[in-house]
């Protein structure tokens, strides 16, 4: 058993390790994180691993190394739940509702099951249970009911589990099942449209219903927020928190998640794993500020937050109903506003790890001031940058202009460049306009040049701000070089 605080705010994420952490069960983490810090309250994490058959080796770790990235660390950071661990303690309680009467054991066959399934296909109905064993013998066996001793129903459980008997939860045939939600408000069910789900399979681990209400009891849950996908779920837990006379966690199930196109939400739209994101050089702070903003809104326009501001204005009230929809140009916008506004130190050191050499002090206002989306962006523009540009003669003749006029704007810049006391963006800007002014040039005649010269490209950064990332001794070097492609 757990041991915390029951008058406190407490939310928890529960990933499954079958698959990385992608964007949805980011956002759900998140938004778990933001309401519990909001009211001073405590956020949990949960491995649901009973899935043996879809575990993926390694999986756990990423999940744990992707909140790390994105700064959010569960209270319990070192004695998170695991609920591998737990095998022993959901039998007891899936033994306890048998012994209840509020769970039977199923002894059906498969083969039984899948012609049912076949026939309610046949008759269009939907795939269910018939509860064949709640209500009569099933291959020669009549389950246990009260008033067995719980050692006659605990040795009846783990013989019959053996044969390939399951637990199934004895839920109610009449009436409605209302799921108070706080996004959604009333969701009411209809009781005989819900199937009577296994609790605890052949194999003697639990599914996800049993496990998840009894690890919300005992972890003292007092809000589960989840994907909408379990909503459908919930009256199936509601029904198991009343068998047991357990009190019932607040719930609120958050909007799906849409590509541009409305449809659901996959690779082709940019639904990659949080760790690929990192990997494709995105800021951590870009992706929490961009995926708050998946369903949540705040009272006015703003699109930028810190951590620190979402604890504080989060509201679940403010929890759209309706899909959010996934834009990675926005994505994009968002975090080039992010690098922009970066300590240069610190994107300096970003830059170190995330690419094979160190970048100067002069790549950096580059990369700052070249409105770059990604990482990844500016790696690639400052490893170009750094190669010897290869470009026609023809290209360093802006077409306004002509052979003889781009050499004499060349060689004057050349001159005053070389001779500059301050190499700054700002400085060597005024030092390309003196050109201009003092020879009676266009901007054609100078600016287009040199650009073309330092980069080899039409298009590129400004002249001044690939001088200061070049550094002089390397800026003169490659005007020599166009002088000489130009002349010859």
């Not at 008058?7 to 309401?35: C, D, K, N, Q, V």
């Not at 390939?164 to 939600?181: F, W």
């Not at 266009?442 to 040199?450: C, I």
Request: aromatic share 8%; charged share 30%.
């Amino acid at each position: 058993m757990f041991c915390y605080c029951k008058a406190m705010i407490r939310t928890r994420f529960a990933p499954s390790p079958t698959g990385e952490l992608h964007i949805g069960g980011a956002r759900t983490a998140l938004f778990s994180y933001l309401f519990a810090k909001h009211h001073g309250g405590e956020f949990l994490l949960r491995i649901e691993d009973t899935d043996r058959e879809r575990l993926v080796e390694g999986a756990t770790i990423r999940i744990i190394e992707s909140l790390e990235w994105l700064g959010l660390f569960p209270d319990n950071y070192h004695s998170i739940v695991i609920q591998s661990d737990r095998q022993e303690i959901y039998k007891k309680y899936a033994l306890e509702l048998v012994s209840k009467g509020a769970a039977y054991l199923c002894t059906c066959s498969k083969e039984r099951l899948e012609e049912l399934r076949r026939e309610q296909e046949a008759k269009k109905l939907p795939p269910q249970y018939d509860r064949h064993c709640r209500n009569v013998k099933c291959q020669n066996h009549t389950p246990p009911t009260p008033p067995l001793s719980k050692g006659g129903v605990e040795r009846g459980l783990e013989e019959l589990l053996k044969e390939g008997a399951v637990v199934r939860l004895k839920m109610p045939e009449t009436g409605s099942i209302v799921v108070v939600d706080l996004i959604r408000g009333n969701v009411e069910f209809r009781a005989d449209l819900q199937d009577d789900p296994v609790l605890l399979k052949s194999d003697g681990w639990p599914t996800y219903h049993l496990a998840a209400v009894v690890d919300d009891h005992e972890m003292e849950i007092s809000h589960v927020i989840r994907a909408e996908e379990w909503l459908s779920s919930t009256p199936k837990h509601l029904t198991l928190y009343q068998a047991f006379g357990w009190a019932v966690p607040q719930f609120a199930h958050l909007p799906m998640i849409l590509g541009p196109d409305r449809s659901k939400l996959s690779k082709r739209h940019g639904a990659t794993a949080v760790l690929d994101y990192k990997n494709r050089g995105y800021l951590p702070h870009a992706i929490i500020n961009f995926i708050a903003l998946l369903g949540w809104s705040p009272k006015d326009e703003r699109e930028e937050f810190s951590l620190a501001q979402l604890i504080r204005d989060f509201r679940l009230e403010q929890v759209n109903r309706a899909p959010a929809v996934f834009n990675i140009d926005k994505l994009n916008s968002i975090n080039a506003r992010y690098i922009q506004k970066r300590d240069p130190g610190k994107l300096k050191q970003e830059l170190a790890e995330f690419g094979p050499r160190e970048p100067l002090a002069g790549e950096i206002t580059l990369a700052q001031r070249g409105g770059y989306a990604t990482l990844a962006e500016i790696k690639e523009a400052i490893e170009g940058l750094r190669q010897k540009p290869v470009y026609k003669a023809a290209l360093l003749v802006f077409k306004k202009s002509d052979k003889p006029k781009t050499l004499k704007g060349l060689r004057l810049a050349r001159q005053k460049l070389a001779g500059a006391n301050i190499w700054s963006a700002e400085e060597l800007q005024n030092v390309l306009v003196e050109v201009v002014n003092d020879h009676n040039l266009s901007s054609g005649d100078v600016f287009w040049p040199v650009r073309v010269a330092l980069s080899g490209r039409e298009k590129s950064p400004s002249p001044a701000e690939l001088l200061v990332a070049l550094d002089r001794v390397e800026s003169l070097r490659r005007i020599d070089a166009a002088l000489e492609k130009l002349q010859g």
